[in-house]
């Protein structure tokens, strides 16, 4: 079981990044983004369930999209407006569950960073004015 992500890079503020993050070897109900900073606490940013559900943070509500394709098995974060805290290493999340979680489990553990027990290797978005 894989997950790759793609798409990290350089940009200025204000400018955009889609990141990519291709599943193999399984496929998982829920998803999602962590970010982590230097010299900061991991985050999850945004996340999507099966159902297509979504949630991000305050932070990057209406500048991030999180979205999935599940003919190509593949996770996406488009990012718009990027402001300089918006850099860090994004990590492609997901959770195995042997039976589909619940709405009230759900939105209380989307944001947990532990709740997620499958991740890739991450990417770099450097974010300079």
Not at 55 to 81: E, P
Not at 89 to 99: D, G
Request: proline share 2%; aromatic share 10%.
């Amino acid at each position: 079981v894989q997950l790759v992500e793609s798409g990290g890079g350089s940009v200025q503020t204000g400018g955009s990044l889609r990141l990519s993050c291709v599943v193999s070897g399984a496929t998982y109900a829920n998803m999602g983004w962590v970010r982590q900073a230097p010299g900061k606490e991991r985050e999850v940013v945004a996340a999507i369930r099966s159902d297509g559900t979504t949630r991000y943070i305050d932070s990057v509500k209406g500048r991030f999209t999180i979205s999935k394709d599940n003919a190509k098995n593949t996770l996406y974060l488009q990012m718009n407006s990027l402001k300089s805290e918006d850099a860090a290493m994004y990590y492609c999340v997901a959770r195995y569950h042997p039976q589909p979680v619940g709405v009230r489990e759900y939105d209380g553990s989307w944001y947990v960073i532990e709740w997620y027990n499958v991740w890739g290797q991450g990417t770099q978005v450097t974010v300079s004015s």
